[in-house]
DNA sequence: GTTAGGG
DNA sequence: CCCTAAC
């Protein structure tokens, strides 16, 4: 395994991570991470790393303006922008995947922000602060995620004068947020768990925040610490190792902005399983066929567009209160406030995601293979989709909230009815795969450009960033992952909502899913759009030889037969689907019959056009003509048939 | 998996 | 280009 730190969470236990936000005071950051659990788990990827990541993201966010020098290895971000230019270098160096975990790992203790975003309480709680720290600071290095796992009633103050800003909703007075009061704002009014008292071995996460507590601080000085109370529930909640549901799958998740993203993936890569292969379902997957991981004998298929890229939580909102139970309640009830905005005092929302789902993920294996490289195999399909670089993306209701400057009250999120819910979609910077070239194990990027464009994954060739810049501060690198560890709680197949039909998960998320027990689920009430999750593929306009191409064959096989149209003139075009060549036709048919003046792009000669008219002339009267055969036919069938009778 | 069309 | 219904 590339990922060499894992912090093994029980699998029902649900790792607060503590991300210690920023970049600037890498040195000075001190990052206070539980104890591993479990070095057993350590293969499995916790999807809460993904939270984590993404509470990193959002205190990061807040300290963008002020990044450090420190990013300069990897990234030469300034100020967690991500340039375009940068991913692109990352993407074009095939570095050997092996050393850059190490690096990466450093990003991430530079760029990381705390996970304990999610909870996070003003620094007027200084009850919460304790004098011993169980965790020791952090190297550089490590600082970034740590998850704590095994911890349980973990507090995290983060007082940043940066002040948050996540992708749907931003703060603005961080120091003032207290994620964890009791005035917590459920939105999804789904499951929600107390903290030690409700625990149960689902419990992805809330259980585990109790005891103690973990304070981040980012003052002047930016600095964290998390302080332990007691590690009792770690211990307790060890979950049985049969437990398929829980398993946590670890992954490295590192926020850089973006860029190394790729790397992370590589060491995965590296371990090259020789025939493990990943694919990323196309949508129109014949048409790859001649795509050589086709052959594969194990084929990961991630399917991005249904989302496939999209990681559910099914949590929600919920309202928890740090303190063990009976104040959840009563913020649930509702003091919930509506002033989740700019300018929150004392009134924290609070976010409790169970489980995020990661995306549809298909593995295959031989029969013969063992359920040991089952498991790597999944661990590196799992860890590739994460490490491609990931972002997340905020719903509700349902619906995509892009307008990374709104305000939680402005977004909705501050209403507890609303359903919230994050996603995690393919970042631009995906494109990890083919960094580790010596890998084919895992397919998805590296094909993407031939399987589909439209797969989030863009291809390393175009790569485009579709984000707006404020998505920009989302994206989250799994790629190196600082430690967080973050269970990874499947979502519950048959309990969410959601969308995705189980059939179609083969993914290991449907199996963990099962395990987890029905507090953890919380189905998101809507399905998303799946334009949301989605990637739209990168337009590419069609040339004028193309045209000529498309002409000819046209011309040649007619109309209507467009998987010979594809065939024939775009065979090696792995970009244009047969649906596209379709499409087009129809286009220049329009184009033709419109004037010159009407029309747009890259001007096609008269000549062709003409060409097109006559041949979409000639074709819709063969066509009228087969029409009318076989009207004809089926008159004389009938005729027949009445007349015998 | 292909087609055909609407969006 | 995307998404789907209809084959």
């Known amino acids: 395994m590339v990922v060499k730190r894992k912090l093994s969470c029980g699998s029902n236990v649900f790792d607060f991570p503590s991300i210690p936000k920023a970049p600037r005071s890498s040195l000075r950051r001190k990052v206070s991470s539980s104890k591993l659990a479990d070095d057993k788990d350590n293969s499995q990827i916790c999807a809460i790393d993904l939270l984590a990541s993404l509470a990193g993201k959002l205190l990061e966010e807040s300290e963008s303006s002020s990044t450090s020098t420190t990013y300069a290895n990897h990234d030469h971000l300034g100020g967690g922008v991500i340039k375009q230019e940068v991913l692109e270098d990352v993407y074009n160096n095939n570095k050997p995947c092996k050393s850059e975990f190490s690096d990466h790992v450093n990003l991430a203790s530079k760029s990381t922000s705390s996970v304990t975003c999610l909870q996070v309480s003003s620094v007027d709680n200084d009850g919460i602060l304790e004098q011993t720290p169980v965790f020791s600071d952090c190297k550089k290095e490590e600082c970034g995620l740590k998850s704590l796992v095994g911890t349980e009633e973990e507090t995290c103050v983060v007082n940043e004068a940066g002040g948050f800003v996540a992708d749907g909703f931003s703060l603005k007075d961080p120091s003032q947020l207290r994620l964890q009061s009791p005035e917590s704002v459920h939105l999804d009014g789904d499951v929600k768990l107390a903290p030690c008292t409700d625990r149960v071995l689902d419990d992805s ?6 005891h103690s507590k973990l ?12 302080y332990k109370f007691s590690d009792n529930c770690k211990k307790s909640y060890r979950p049985p190792p049969s437990r398929v549901g829980n398993r946590r799958i670890k992954k490295c998740v590192m926020k850089n902005y ?3 993203v ?9 371990r090259t399983d020789g025939h493990l292969k990943a694919l990323y379902r196309k949508r129109k997957l014949p048409y790859y066929g001649y795509n050589p991981w086709k052959r594969e004998t194990v084929h990961r298929k991630r399917r991005l567009s249904d989302k496939g890229l999209v990681v559910n939580y099914d949590g929600g909102l919920s309202s928890e209160s740090v303190s063990n139970s009976p104040l959840k309640r009563e913020s649930e ?16 929302v609070k976010f409790s995601i169970k489980s995020l789902r990661i995306p549809e993920l298909v593995i295959e294996v031989p029969e013969t293979a063992t359920v040991g490289l089952l498991k790597r195999t999944v661990k590196e399909a799992v860890t590739a989709l994460l490490g491609g670089g990931i972002r997340i993306g905020v719903l509700v209701q349902g619906k995509k909230v892009r307008d990374d400057s709104s305000t939680l009250s402005q977004t909705g999120l501050s209403c507890r009815d609303n359903n919230l819910g994050f996603t995690l979609e393919p970042g631009p910077e995906t494109l990890p795969v083919p960094l580790c070239s010596e890998t084919p194990v895992v397919s ?15 291809p390393a060739l175009d790569i485009v960033i579709p984000l707006p810049p404020q998505d920009a501060d989302l994206l989250i690198n799994s790629g ?8 990874l709680v499947p979502y519950q197949s048959d309990i969410s909502a959601d969308e995705q039909p189980s059939s179609d998960s083969r993914a290991l998320v449907p199996v963990s899913a099962l395990e987890s027990g029905p507090l953890a689920i919380v189905p998101l009430n809507e ?27 046209v011309e040649e096989v007619g109309t209507g037969r467009w998987r010979d149209v594809k065939l024939r003139s775009f065979e090696n075009a792995s970009h244009r689907t047969y649906v596209d060549l379709k499409d087009k036709w129809k286009t220049l048919v329009h184009t033709a019959s419109i004037s010159p003046q009407q029309r747009r792009g890259e001007p096609v000669p008269q000549e062709l056009l003409d060409r097109v008219l006559a041949a979409h002339r000639h074709w819709s009267e063969h066509q009228m003509k087969q029409n009318g055969k076989l009207q004809v036919a089926t008159t004389m069938v009938v005729v027949q048939s009445g007349s015998s009778m």
């Open 480 to 487: 190196k992952s600082v430690e967080t560890n973050h269970e």
């Open 333 to 348: 009830d509702g003091i919930l406030s509506s002033e989740i905005g700019l300018h929150l005092k004392d009134s924290p």
């Open 215 to 226: 304070v981040c601080r980012d003052d002047d000085d930016n600095y964290c610490k998390y």
């Open 262 to 270: 790729s790397k992370l993936k590589c060491s995965e890569d590296t």
């Open 205 to 210: 996460f809330e259980g585990y925040v109790n």
């Open 258 to 260: 973006g860029r190394g």
């Open 444 to 458: 998805m990027p590296t094909d993407s450009t031939d399987l589909s464009e439209r797969s989030a994954a863009s």
């Open 527 to 553: 399905k998303p759009k799946r334009t949301e999750l989605s990637q739209r593929r990168t337009r590419r306009p069609f040339s004028v030889t193309e045209v000529e191409a498309l002409v000819q064959a």
